[in-house]
């Protein structure tokens, strides 16, 4: 028979958590001319009318505050393959853009060139939640290619999606 456990610990969490399997996003913009943006895999849908998405961001992030005042921000759902580039964009020194293409719109918005999908967004809401706050985005604009699968992350590994 299974048991449920106690949680405990945060490691005993991450391990839990990391049984579902999420898209990685990188959320992004150009400050000052300078390419500012992180990944994040704690992406949904949250509502079709209006339009709006969710991301988390942590408490202890420091690129989240260059972000969150921004008049608009890309979201761009990463793409098979670019494992690189989100390690990079997770990453908390060097530069997480180098070698990653992208386009800048001209509201500042920046997106990662071959991803499956750009959201163009502003803050709707910041909704403080644990240790993290829950970042809902009003999305205004949208770049969509159903036929490039999506980057996969799950059990603390990047994988790919199989047809079936």
Known sequence: MSVIEPVTAGEQLRQAFGCFPSGVTA????????????AASSFTSVSIEPPLVSVCMQ??????????????????????????????????????????P???????????????????????????????DIILLNVHGIRADPATPPLVFHGSRFRRLAAI
């Open 102 to 132: 992208t386009t800048v719109a001209p509201d500042g918005a920046l997106f990662v060139d071959g991803a499956t999908l750009w959201l163009d967004c502003t803050v709707h809401a910041e909704v403080p939640s644990g240790d993290h």
């Open 59 to 100: 408490h202890s992030s420091t690129t989240w505050p260059k972000l969150r005042g921004l008049p608009r921000l890309g979201l761009s759902v990463l793409a098979e393959g670019q494992d690189d580039a989100c390690g990079r964009l997770a990453s908390k020194k060097g530069d997480r853009f180098a070698g990653t």
């Open 27 to 38: 959320v992004c913009a150009e400050v000052d001319g300078v390419p500012v943006g992180l």
